[in-house]
């Protein structure tokens, strides 16, 4: 206990609730910049408003959509940045178990749009893995300016990872077990505590934005009898 409240420990809080906020305002951006190019590419309009792509009336043209934003997605990782073509997860363990938790800037940048061009024109990914290496360089990115530790920025990078989880899923608790299980590689105070702080910020910073209201809403299931208890059981096998 006496660690976790280490003057260094505490700073690295400090930093923490910081990455929490940034990280759950870019993936509150990732977020309209998906229904943004959802309505540029489907309906032909200007808007940030929720919309289902497959309400739109463009009839068979609407099945050139997807290759183009996924031509989009090719020229950004050919030109720009090779790292975007991962799912994002691998890629944020690659830098902390390879690359001592370095992240680049261009990834903080170029991961939202290319993920927002992917999912925007209508292709069959999610936005958990991006956001997720887009936390983490935001995390590493402040680690490096600040010249901290190998260690110190791992921790940081993890509580990007964190935040961007639980900010676009409103999901903390979700945040901090990835975090823990996939880039800390452990479970102690004084990187659980961070990593705590920021999934809540970023919550925070969702629930600011969208409420508490669930990504994917699904109705209230009841069991109509003991019976189908087996029916789980089956399932399980």
């Excluded at 629930?207 to 109705?219: N, S």
Aim: proline residues 6%.
């Amino acid at each position: 206990f006496g660690v976790a409240l280490h003057p260094e420990v505490v700073r690295i809080c400090v930093h923490a609730l910081l990455v929490g906020l940034v990280a759950g305002l870019v993936a509150e951006g990732l977020l309209e910049l998906i229904y943004l190019f959802t309505n540029l590419f489907f309906y032909g309009r200007f808007s940030f408003a929720i919309t289902n792509p497959a309400h739109n009336h463009l009839g068979l043209c609407e099945n050139l959509i997807p290759p183009l934003g996924g031509l989009l997605v090719g020229i950004m990782i050919h030109f720009l940045e090779p790292t975007l073509k991962g799912h994002g997860i691998p890629e944020a363990m690659e830098s902390v178990l390879f690359g001592h938790s370095r992240m680049r800037l261009r990834v903080a940048i170029l991961k939202p749009l290319a993920t927002a061009f992917a999912i925007g024109t209508g292709n069959p990914f999610g936005a958990e893995g991006p956001i997720i290496q887009t936390g983490a360089a935001v995390g590493s990115l402040l680690a490096q300016y600040l010249k901290l530790t190998p260690y110190n920025r791992r921790v940081l990078l993890a509580s990007g990872a964190a935040a961007g989880m639980a900010a676009t899923f409103t999901a903390p608790l979700a945040g901090i077990l990835v975090a823990i299980e996939l880039l800390l590689f452990e479970f102690r105070a004084r990187s659980f505590i961070p990593v705590a702080l920021a999934s809540a910020v970023a919550t925070a910073v969702r629930i600011h934005f969208a409420g508490w209201a669930p990504l994917f809403p699904t109705p209230a299931f009841k069991l109509v009898s003991m019976n189908e208890l087996w029916l789980f059981g089956l399932m399980g096998i």
